[in-house]
C-alpha cells in the first residue's frame, strides 16, 4: 500500500508533538530543580534575533494544524498564541494532537494534487501541490520548529539526548 499524505503527516506530528511534550517537561523539570523560573525558560532564545522557545512550541503546532488541515481540505481551529506557562503549552499540544488525530484518511484523498495556498508576511502568496507543499515547505518548517525548541533546551543545559527528540524509551536488556 502507497504511502499517503494523511499517514506521511498525522501520525508524524502526533508522534513528533507527544515527544516535544517530553522535552519540555524535563526542561521545567530541570528549571525548578537548578532554581531557575520555568517561565524563564519559555523566553529563552538562541540568540537574539531568533523566537524564544514559547514560539517555537506554538509555531511547531500551527504548522502541524493548519498544514494537515490545508492538505484535507478543512478550515483548522484558530489559538490565539496566548499561552505564558508550561501548562498551558502541554494543553495547546493536547488540543492540536486531538485536532490532527480526528482528521480522517479520506479527508486527504486527492490531496497530492490538490492547490495549497499559504499567504506569508515575508514571500506573499505562495502556491503548491499538495505533495510539493509537504516536502518543501510543511515538513521542513514543522521540524525546523520542533529542534529548534529542543535546541534552546539544550542550550540552556536541560540533559536531553537525541533519544528524546526522536521519543525514543530505553529497554533493559
Known sequence: ??????????????????????????????????????EELLQARLIDDMLPLLRQVQIATDNAKNGCARLAAVEPPRMADD??????LYARLERTIGYIEDLTPQRFEGAEAREIVMPTRSWGELRWSGRDYLAQQLLPNFFFHVATAYAILRANGVPLGKGDYLGLKATSP
Open 1 to 38: 500500500m502507497p504511502l499517503t499524505l494523511h499517514d506521511a503527516t498525522v501520525p508524524v506530528f502526533a508522534r513528533a508533538l507527544r515527544n516535544l511534550g517530553e522535552v519540555l517537561r524535563k526542561g521545567e523539570a530541570h528549571a525548578r530543580q537548578n532554581g531557575r523560573a520555568a
Open 83 to 88: 499561552e505564558t506557562t508550561f501548562a498551558e
